[in-house]
Nanobody, 115 residues
């Protein structure tokens, strides 16, 4: 089985930065897409960013210009550099990946932005 493990969450003041990491391990032959979503209690999960194997990226409008997604294909790892954080960015952030055509999700890492 494939496992995704997120790290890098924490508490930061508004305007600060955090860098999230997600490493995929297990039986992996091809990682097509890796990305991030976020969800607050009682709210619908929201797409944040994704990166394709060739390097193309997509972002939700609310984070464009502030967040940057990148990946290390050799290590099956995806990163999310979050700058200029706002209180509304407070959520549990989940790593997700499409690996050999099969979707996987991590357990999440908490990001809290204080005002």
């Amino acid at each position: 089985q494939v496992q995704l493990v997120e790290s890098g969450g924490g508490l930061v003041q508004a305007g600060g930065s955090l860098r999230l990491s997600c490493a995929a391990s297990g039986s992996i032959s091809s990682t097509n897409v890796m990305g991030w979503s976020r969800q607050a209690p009682g709210k619908q999960r929201e797409f944040v960013a994704r990166i394709y194997q060739g390097g193309r990226t997509d972002y939700v409008d609310s984070v464009k210009g502030r967040f940057t997604i990148s990946r290390d294909n050799a290590e099956n790892t995806v990163f999310l550099q979050m700058n200029s954080l706002k209180p509304e960015d407070t959520d549990v952030y989940y790593c997700d990946a499409l690996i050999s055509g099969v979707p996987y999700w991590g357990q999440g890492t908490q990001v809290t932005v204080s005002s």
